[in-house]
C-alpha cells in the first residue's frame, strides 16, 4: 500500500517548506511527495532545491509557464503513483495522523472514493480561528446519496483530501478547466463514476484562510461563477438526465447559486465592465426571474438590505447546525470521559 502526497504551488514560498513538512511527519509516512510549481516568481524554487537535497522521495515537477490553478492540480494528481492520493494545498498542514486514519477509513470502505475530515482554519500567522467541521457523522456515504449531496454545493470542510488513485482515473482528473471550483468538480464527478466518500469528524489538517494585500480571492469571482455553472452542466445534469425531479431540483440550486454570487456586482473592487462582465456570467448559472430581481437590487446599490434578509432567512439552519455541532462535541467529550474512566 503506497500513498502519494500531492502539493500543487505557486508564489507560496513562505508556507511550502511547513507544507513538505506536515507530510513528512505523518505516522503512516507517504512514499512520495510531489510537488508541482506552477511557474512561480518568488522564492518557492530555491526552497524547493534546499529540500529536495534532505528528502530523497520529493519529486519536484517545474510548470514552464503558469497553468492557472486547474491545470496545474491537475498535473500534480496525475503524477502521484501510489494507491492513494493526497492533495495538499501548499499553505495547508497535515496533521501527524491524517494519512494513518484516512486510509484506513478507504481500507474499510473499498467503494469510497476519497476520504475527507474536519479542519481547523487557521490565519497567516498560524493562529487557530475556528474547528470547521460537517453536519455529519463519521463514516461512509454511498455514491448515489453524494451525487444527490453535490447539487447542494461542495460537501467538504475544506479542499484537503485523500483520494483513491482509481477513483481518480475513473472520474478523468480534473476536467474543470476553470479555476476555483476544480474541487467541487472533480468530487462531484468520483460520485458520478458510482463512488461514495468517508468523513472523519476528527480534526486532522490546518487550513490557511488569509486575504492578501491585492484582493485575489474577491476578484477570481468569474472563474468561479464560470467553474460552478460547468459543475452542473458537464457533471450533475448529465447523471440526472431521465430524472425530472432532480433536474427541476438542480434548476433551483442554480438559480440559489446565482442569487448568492450576485453580491459581487455590488463590489467596489469591480470595474464597470468587469461587472458587466460578471453579469454574464450570473446570467448563464441561472437566468432566472429571480435571479434577475436580486441582480438589480445589488447592481443598484440596494444590497446591504438584501443581505440582511438573506442573512434572517438562513438564521434557523444557522442555528441548527450550531446546535447539532454542540451537542454532537458534548456527547465526544462524555464517551471520552467514559473510556478513560472504563480503562481504569
Same mark, same amino acid.
Given at each position: 500500500?503506497?500513498?502519494?502526497?500531492?502539493i500543487?504551488? &505557486?508564489?507560496?514560498? /513562505?508556507?511550502?517548506?511547513?507544507?513538505?513538512?506536515?507530510a513528512?511527519?505523518?505516522?503512516?509516512?507517504?512514499?512520495?511527495?510531489?510537488?508541482?510549481? #506552477?511557474? %512561480?516568481?518568488?522564492?518557492?524554487?530555491?526552497?524547493?532545491?534546499?529540500?529536495?537535497?534532505?528528502i530523497?522521495?520529493?519529486k519536484?515537477?517545474?510548470?514552464?509557464?503558469?497553468?492557472?490553478?486547474?491545470?496545474?492540480?491537475?498535473?500534480?494528481?496525475?503524477?502521484?503513483?501510489?494507491?492513494?492520493?493526497?492533495?495538499?494545498?501548499?499553505d #495547508?498542514?497535515?496533521?501527524?495522523? &491524517?494519512?494513518?486514519?484516512?486510509?484506513?477509513?478507504?481500507?474499510?470502505?473499498?467503494?469510497?472514493?476519497?476520504?475527507?475530515?474536519?479542519?481547523?482554519?487557521?490565519?497567516?500567522?498560524?493562529?487557530? +480561528?475556528?474547528?470547521?467541521?460537517? /453536519?455529519?457523522?463519521?463514516?461512509?456515504?454511498?455514491?448515489? #446519496?453524494?451525487?444527490?449531496?453535490?447539487?447542494?454545493?461542495?460537501? +467538504?470542510?475544506?479542499? /484537503?483530501?485523500?483520494?483513491?488513485?482509481?477513483?481518480?482515473?475513473?472520474?478523468?482528473?480534473?476536467?474543470?478547466?476553470?479555476?476555483?471550483?476544480?474541487? &467541487?468538480?472533480l468530487?462531484?464527478?468520483?460520485?458520478?463514476?458510482?463512488?461514495?466518500?468517508?468523513?472523519? #469528524?476528527?480534526?486532522?489538517?490546518?487550513?490557511?484562510?488569509?486575504?492578501?494585500?491585492?484582493?485575489?480571492?474577491?476578484?477570481?469571482?468569474?472563474?468561479?461563477?464560470?467553474?460552478?455553472?460547468?459543475?452542473?452542466?458537464?457533471?450533475?445534469?448529465?447523471?440526472?438526465?431521465?430524472?425530472?425531479? /432532480?433536474?427541476?431540483?438542480?434548476?433551483?440550486?442554480?438559480?440559489?447559486?446565482?442569487?448568492?454570487?450576485?453580491?459581487?456586482?455590488?463590489?467596489?473592487?469591480?470595474?464597470p465592465?468587469?461587472?458587466?462582465?460578471?453579469?454574464?456570467?450570473?446570467?448563464?448559472?441561472?437566468?432566472?426571474?429571480?435571479?434577475?430581481?436580486?441582480?438589480?437590487?445589488?447592481?443598484?446599490?440596494?444590497?446591504? %438590505?438584501?443581505?440582511?434578509?438573506f442573512?434572517?432567512?438562513?438564521?434557523?439552519?444557522?442555528?441548527?447546525?450550531?446546535?447539532?455541532?454542540?451537542?454532537?462535541?458534548?456527547?465526544?467529550a462524555?464517551?471520552?470521559?467514559?473510556?478513560?474512566?472504563n %480503562?481504569?
Amino acid at each position: 500500500m503506497k500513498v502519494s502526497v500531492c502539493i500543487p504551488t &505557486y508564489n507560496q514560498s /513562505i508556507y511550502l517548506e511547513k507544507a513538505i513538512r506536515s507530510a513528512i511527519r505523518q505516522t503512516l509516512a507517504p512514499f512520495e511527495i510531489i510537488v508541482s510549481d #506552477d511557474a %512561480s516568481t518568488d522564492e518557492t524554487p530555491e526552497v524547493l532545491n534546499r529540500l529536495s537535497a534532505e528528502i530523497p522521495h520529493l519529486k519536484i515537477i517545474r510548470q514552464p509557464a503558469n497553468l492557472g490553478t486547474s491545470l496545474n492540480v491537475d498535473a500534480c494528481l496525475r503524477a502521484a503513483t501510489g494507491e492513494f492520493v493526497v492533495r495538499l494545498d501548499s499553505d #495547508d498542514l497535515l496533521l501527524p495522523g &491524517y494519512v494513518e486514519k484516512l486510509v484506513g477509513l478507504l481500507q474499510a470502505f473499498p467503494h469510497a472514493g476519497y476520504a475527507h475530515a474536519a479542519v481547523m482554519e487557521v490565519d497567516q500567522h498560524d493562529r487557530a +480561528v475556528k474547528v470547521r467541521r460537517l /453536519i455529519r457523522k463519521s463514516g461512509y456515504q454511498k455514491g448515489g #446519496d453524494a451525487l444527490k449531496a453535490a447539487i447542494s454545493g461542495y460537501r +467538504v470542510s475544506a479542499n /484537503i483530501i485523500l483520494f483513491r488513485k482509481e477513483a481518480l482515473q475513473k472520474a478523468g482528473y480534473i476536467k474543470n478547466i476553470a479555476d476555483f471550483a476544480e474541487d &467541487y468538480y472533480l468530487c462531484a464527478s468520483i460520485a458520478a463514476q458510482g463512488y461514495g466518500n468517508c468523513y472523519m #469528524d476528527e480534526v486532522l489538517s490546518n487550513y490557511r484562510v488569509w486575504m492578501d494585500a491585492g484582493k485575489v480571492r474577491q476578484k477570481r469571482k468569474l472563474a468561479e461563477i464560470n467553474g460552478l455553472r460547468r459543475v452542473f452542466t458537464e457533471v450533475l445534469e448529465p447523471a440526472y438526465r431521465q430524472n425530472y425531479s /432532480i433536474l427541476n431540483l438542480i434548476k433551483n440550486k442554480r438559480s440559489a447559486f446565482a442569487c448568492q454570487h450576485a453580491d459581487c456586482l455590488g463590489w467596489d473592487e469591480y470595474s464597470p465592465a468587469e461587472k458587466k462582465e460578471l453579469g454574464h456570467a450570473i446570467d448563464r448559472l441561472s437566468g432566472s426571474k429571480r435571479v434577475k430581481v436580486v441582480k438589480w437590487i445589488y447592481s443598484n446599490g440596494y444590497g446591504e %438590505s438584501l443581505k440582511k434578509a438573506f442573512w434572517i432567512m438562513g438564521l434557523p439552519k444557522q442555528l441548527l447546525k450550531a446546535i447539532v455541532l454542540r451537542f454532537r462535541s458534548s456527547n465526544q467529550a462524555l464517551v471520552s470521559v467514559s473510556e478513560s474512566f472504563n %480503562s481504569h
